[in-house]
T-cell receptor
């Protein structure tokens, strides 16, 4: 069966520090991978998605970047965190079967920037 | 602790007939509630959200949802289904003041011609 891991679960970082959030998927190959963020009181926002190794699409301009060094690994990074980067970050993977695509979510990382 | 239950994993309706996707939640505080849709090969799209304003929330594409605190429900409805509504729908709950969000397991909506 497939599983998705995210770490850390919770992170408190000072403004201006770097960030690295990791997401890995097991039990599937060549998945589509996604990074979402939810800021307090707001809806979920798609940040990045990837259809393959080294292929990253960015949905919104921001202080963050993403990389996919391996088929089942997706990393969210920042060189210098801003206060506005605080939020809940979700990684997701999906696989398409015929006309249907199903998305599965990781447990999330709560980031607090102080 | 917060949780969300989508009562149906699959729903099939004929084109032009009403849609009802059910969602029940539990929350210790005043929750924010959301419905998202995912079409094939695309990311999640926010349909509508409830954040303690009007209990009847209107969203995009003709969808709406009603927050019923006494029933702890937030069902999604649409008067007349369209073929383009075929997708997977997620109900999501977030506690007030807590950034963490909980997704339901999703309901796949099938539209029959």
């Amino acid at each position: 069966s497939q599983t998705i891991h995210q770490w850390p679960a919770t992170l408190v970082q000072p403004v201006g520090s770097p960030l690295s959030l990791e997401c890995t998927v097991e039990g599937t190959s060549n998945p589509n991978l996604y990074w979402y963020r939810q800021a307090a009181g707001r809806g979920l926002q798609l940040l990045f998605y990837s259809v393959g190794i080294g292929q990253i699409s960015s949905e919104v301009p921001q202080n963050l970047s993403a990389s996919r060094p391996q088929d089942r690994q997706f990393i969210l990074s920042s060189k210098k965190l801003l206060l506005s980067d605080s939020g809940f970050y979700l990684c997701a993977w999906s696989v398409r079967t015929g006309q249907q695509e199903t998305q599965y979510f990781g447990p999330g990382t709560r980031l607090l920037v102080l | 602790a917060q949780s969300v239950t989508q009562l149906d994993s699959h729903v099939s309706v004929s084109e032009g007939t009403p849609v009802l996707l059910r969602c029940n939640y539990s929350s210790s505080y005043s929750p924010s509630l959301f419905w998202y849709v995912q079409h094939p090969n695309k990311g999640l799209q926010l349909l509508l959200k409830y954040t303690s304003a009007a209990t009847l929330v209107k969203g995009i594409n003709g969808f709406e949802a009603e927050f019923k605190k006494s029933e702890t429900s937030f069902h999604l409805t649409k008067p007349s289904a369209h073929m383009s509504d075929a997708a997977e729908y997620f109900c999501v709950v977030s506690d007030g003041g807590d950034d963490k969000i909980i997704f339901g397991k999703g309901t796949r909506l099938h539209i029959l011609p």
